[in-house]
């Protein structure tokens, strides 16, 4: 067994002297291709230095010229319209895409050339939507038992039931509300079988108003009675003798009365609302969009020429060495 010691010994002193090798030639090899990366810019200063002004030129001609705006419309859909609301926007970016130049300038839109795209997703506002009805509540809760809440709140069929959406379309110029908004606008809603079901919505609400308002002026009648009597009470007697029947009556009235007020500021502002199918709530346009390249291309073009070039030059360079080897 001893007889094997030195020769393990020899062994490893013959690996370390191999990786010490190996190490020293990658080290020279990395030394010398930084030194003709060196000279290869040195013979080429010239070169970079063109197309680095060559790229960052033109990159801020195209970035002056070639802008994108993103343009935003939040918008509520009324009378169950939200399946109707997508199918529109869906149809009107089809059009665009097809370059339908036509159909966009019959709806409307004065910049036809310059719109690039439309599209619409959902705020997401869980508690409003649950909040609003138990039937919505009952309904997330049985979802929520076979999969992810959250999944389920995105999902695209139960967004699309949510109370605000976003309309989200791009131009590559500034607009304007009535270049682009208002004929988006007029297109969303122009249905005529929302529009009578609006003007029977409108024609309900103006009803159920007047009624209240006459429920609210009875009711102030029998307060006032009410009052004239207790004050006539009070002048025959220093006494106040209170019935159980009519103080229960009394709060009756007076919840029914705070009821009513209530729904009577609830449908005042459901009126405001339902003015429209689809109804704007507000718009933000003309935001210069800088993602990706947008706006970078002064950055990015002399590195691409640049790289490039370097790249054709290695391939040349290649190529000839290439060549004298099978000349040879």
């Keep these: 067994m001893s007889s094997n010691v030195p020769q393990n010994t020899d062994n490893q002193e013959i690996d370390l002297s191999q990786i010490s090798k190996k190490i020293s030639n990658g080290f020279e090899s990395l030394l010398m291709a930084l030194f003709n990366g060196i000279l290869f810019l040195k013979r080429n200063l010239i070169w970079i230095i063109g197309l680095f002004i060559i790229g960052v030129g033109l990159g801020y001609y195209l970035d002056t010229t070639s802008k994108v705006y993103d343009n935003q419309l939040i918008v509520m859909p009324n009378f169950g319209s939200n399946d109707y609301l997508y199918s529109k926007v869906e149809q009107l970016n089809a059009k665009i895409k097809e370059k339908d130049t036509v159909f966009l300038k019959q709806i409307g839109i004065k910049q036809v050339d310059n719109f690039k795209k439309i599209e619409i997703e ?84 103006e009803i159920q108003m007047k009624y209240n308002d006459q429920m609210l002026e009875q009711i102030d ?32 009235v007076l919840k029914t009365k705070e009821e009513l007020i209530t729904e009577q500021a609830n449908l005042r502002i459901q009126k405001v ?55 040879a």
């Design 221 to 252: 009648g029998i307060l006032a009675e009410f009052s004239s009597s207790l004050d006539a009470s009070a002048l025959k007697s220093d006494r106040l003798v209170y019935y159980n029947n009519e103080n229960s009556q009394l709060n009756d």
């Design 122 to 205: 959902p705020i997401i506002d869980a508690y409003r939507f649950i909040n609003n009805t138990s039937e919505n509540f009952n309904l997330i809760k049985l979802m929520a038992e076979d999969g992810n809440i959250q999944k389920i709140l995105e999902d695209k069929v139960t967004s699309k039931n949510y109370f605000y959406h976003l309309v989200k379309f791009t131009t590559s110029e500034i607009t304007s509300e009535d270049k682009t908004v208002q004929p988006i606008l007029n297109f969303l809603n122009d249905s005529d079988y929302y529009k009578s079901l609006q003007k029977e919505v409108i024609n309900n609400t």
């Design 273 to 327: 609302n339902i003015d429209r199918v689809i109804k704007d709530l507000s718009s933000t346009l003309n935001i210069k969009n800088t993602k990706s390249v947008n706006g970078k291309l002064k950055l990015i073009l002399p590195f691409i020429f640049i790289l490039g070039f370097i790249v054709i030059s290695l391939l040349l360079s290649f190529y000839k060495r290439q060549q004298k080897l099978a000349n």
